[in-house]
Nanobody
Framework: QVQLVESGGGLVQPGKSLRLSCVTS????????MEWYRQGPGTQRELVAQAFRFGSNQYADSVKGRFTISRDNPRNTMYLQMNDLKPEDTAVYFCSAKQGVNEYWGQGTQVTVSS
């Protein structure tokens, strides 16, 4: 069973940065796409960023220019660098990895942006 573990969340002031990590229990090279999602209070889970094994990274309009997704396949790790954080970025952030028809999820890490 593939496991994903997120870390790096926390409480941060508006305008500051955080970097989230997602470590997988199997080789990062095996995933066709790895993604970050988030779910804020009272909202549906939304796709934030995608990193494809082949192809360009994709971002939600709300985070373009502020967030950067990256994959370090030899280290089985995916990152989400979040800059210029806003209160509306407050959410539980989840990582996901797709391998063929299989999809795996982490447990999530809380990010709170507040002064």
């Amino acid at each position: 069973q593939v496991q994903l573990v997120e870390s790096g969340g926390g409480l941060v002031q508006p305008g500051k940065s955080l970097r989230l990590s997602c470590v997988t229990s199997t080789s990062g090279f095996s995933f066709d796409v790895m993604e970050w999602y988030r779910q804020g209070p009272g909202t549906q889970r939304e796709l934030v960023a995608q990193a494809f094994r082949f192809g360009s990274n994709q971002y939600a309009d709300s985070v373009k220019g502020r967030f950067t997704i990256s994959r370090d396949n030899p280290r089985n790790t995916m990152y989400l660098q979040m800059n210029d954080l806003k209160p509306e970025d407050t959410a539980v952030y989840f990582c996901s990895a797709k391998q063929g028809v299989n999809e795996y999820w982490g447990q999530g890490t809380q990010v709170t942006v507040s002064s």
